[in-house]
């Protein structure tokens, strides 16, 4: 049923991208008058479609992109004294059509975030605060540089005064690269270096430290002394033994510190401050977990979400800085790739798109409006790459040929497109592998 959904999800969401890039090109044509032979969703043999005027309008066997064919476009199509021919118009209004469909998927993107925000803008609380460091994973990259649980971040490389956001911004995309840290502790600041690792299930930076939020109770175990000292799922923690609970290990801590010994848990249920006096019992080492006194109680943090609605002018700058983040994030990831500081799992192919289609459609639809919104900007600038056959292939070829001062040869330029082609099936046939990895890893 699943897969049924990310089908169903992917198609919607790809169609909705591919149509908006290809009528980008499609409209600044016929704006110059070029004449279009076709308009293509999917590629490969046609399937179905109309023919309206000049241009053939058609759905191709292959679902996974689309096309403008112009008349003259390719350097093997044959060549005539038409005026209406793509290459027989001025560089600048080629350049013109090969932006504006790359454009047009930057400009869903914000319009997509835009129409959202006005009708439902969400936003995690700690985003927006002040970054204090909670749990610290032992081994973690945080735990070698020496940083603990209440350390205050007070700047992160040239970031003054950062928020959650720069910070975890910054992490995942700074995979083997140095971080430099201005740290607050007992009053006195310090300098600190951090260099995330790549995380090997997704590739991105990972530092080993979490934000400092509530912590909530998850599932309590039947028959365990948390569910014989009434507590329940959602109850958020406030201190065990009189000291405060601002992270996931403090109680567990605790809990071994004192061997068996009872300890009392205070706790928030629906805003109103309990009391529990919990014995641990203890459990010997299984497979999945080592021995330890246990209460029987799974600990997630709690997170805030601020929901409210935005007016136009200041939805529209909300979401021209989500972009702006995710277009400079973008950037960062491909560098760190080709850098090699950061692992290509971190790019997503047709599978792995149909999956978080699916899932956001699943959860609703503010979500699948972001995944939309984020899809939608990562085509545009994958589609802006310097790649032959792709538009920003076709782009520098327009400017170095202004900048000479004559087209190449069109030998030449078949060559290059031939290569792009060869170049882009490859890509394609990396990300599905590494979408089929990354699937069987989730199990």
């Known amino acids: 049923m699943f897969i049924l959904q990310d089908v169903v999800a992917v198609i919607f969401v790809l169609g909705v991208m591919i149509l908006i890039h290809e009528l980008g090109h499609f409209a600044a044509a016929k704006y ?8 293509a969703f999917g590629f490969g043999p046609r399937l179905f479609g109309k023919k309206w005027g000049e241009t053939d309008y058609r759905v191709c066997a292959l679902p996974l992109g689309g096309y403008v064919k112009m008349s003259g476009e390719q350097p093997g199509d044959d060549h005539t004294s038409d005026p209406r021919e793509f290459s027989a118009k001025p560089r600048w209004q080629r350049l013109i059509i090969a932006v504006m469909g790359p454009a047009m998927n930057v400009v869903l993107a914000v319009a997509l975030l835009v129409g959202l ?3 439902r803008y969400e936003r995690l609380a700690f985003l927006d605060q002040t970054p204090v460091l909670s749990d610290v ?3 973690s990259p945080a735990d070698k540089a020496g940083l603990k649980e209440g350390d205050k971040i007070v700047s992160i490389d040239d970031k003054q005064s950062p928020n959650w956001e720069d910070v975890t911004l910054r992490a995942v995309a700074a995979a083997g690269q140095p971080m430099h840290l201005r740290i607050e502790r007992g009053g006195r600041q310090l300098d600190v270096t951090v260099t995330p690792t790549s995380d090997p299930s997704t590739g991105i930076g990972y530092t080993g430290w979490s934000e400092q939020v509530p ?4 599932e309590i175990v039947a028959g365990m002394p948390a569910a014989q000292a009434g507590l329940k799922t959602g109850d958020v923690l406030v201190s065990v033994n009189g000291q405060p609970i601002r992270s996931r290990r403090k109680l567990p801590q605790v809990l071994q510190e004192k061997g068996g010994q009872a300890v009392v848990i205070v706790y928030l249920r629906n805003g109103v401050e309990h009391s529990a006096t919990v014995t641990p019992v203890f459990h010997a080492e299984s497979k999945d977990e080592g021995a330890a006194w246990r209460i029987g109680v799974g600990l997630m943090p709690k997170y805030v979400k601020v929901v409210t609605r935005l007016s136009f002018p200041a939805a529209l ?5 989500w972009n702006r983040k995710n277009t400079s994030l973008i950037f960062e990831f491909l560098r760190g790739i080709v850098q090699r500081r950061m692992s290509p799992k971190s790019l997503e192919g047709p599978i792995g798109i149909a999956r978080l289609s699916g ?5 609703g639809f503010t979500d699948l409006i972001m995944v939309m919104s984020a899809i939608s900007l990562n085509l545009g600038i994958f589609n802006l790459l310097p790649i032959p056959i792709l538009d920003g292939g076709v782009i520098i070829l327009l400017l170095f040929e202004s900048l000479i001062g004559r087209d190449i040869n069109l030998a030449v330029k078949e060559r290059i497109v031939q290569a792009g082609f060869v170049f882009l099936m490859l890509l394609f046939v990396f990300v599905i592998y590494n979408d089929i990895v990354k699937s069987l890893a989730r199990g």
């Open 32 to 39: 110059f008058d070029v004449k279009v032979d076709a308009f």
């Open 117 to 119: 925000y006005m009708v």
């Open 317 to 321: 700058r909300e979401s021209i800085d």
């Open 215 to 218: 912590v909530q109770l998850g």
């Open 359 to 363: 899932d956001a459609a699943r959860h």
């Open 137 to 139: 994973e032992p081994n």
